[in-house]
């Protein structure tokens, strides 16, 4: 992404004609960079935590199931 700085600033001969297509490249980098690094991982915590609270319910649920049905044996 730096190295695309000084096309992005328009600075060298020609560069105003691809500073809008450098700072494109900048921005898609940027944002493809954060949502890997940032949001994916953010979803994935989320949806983990989010299943694990599910199954120690059903466990939970389960358990007391358990212990309020009668025993036939006696």
């Known amino acids: 992404m730096l190295g695309l700085a ?11 004609l691809q500073a809008p297509m450098a700072r494109v490249v900048i921005g898609g ?6 949502i890997t690094l940032v ?5 994935y915590m989320a949806l983990e ?4 609270r599910a199954q120690a319910r ?3 649920r ?3 199931t358990l212990q309020s049905a009668p025993s ?3």
């Open 6 to 16: 000084p096309m992005a600033l328009g600075i060298s001969e020609g560069g105003e």
């Open 29 to 34: 980098l940027t944002a493809s960079t954060l």
């Open 39 to 43: 949001v994916i991982p953010v979803i």
């Open 49 to 52: 935590e989010r299943s694990e």
């Open 58 to 60: 059903r466990a939970a």
């Open 62 to 64: 389960a358990t007391a």
């Open 72 to 74: 036939s044996g006696d």
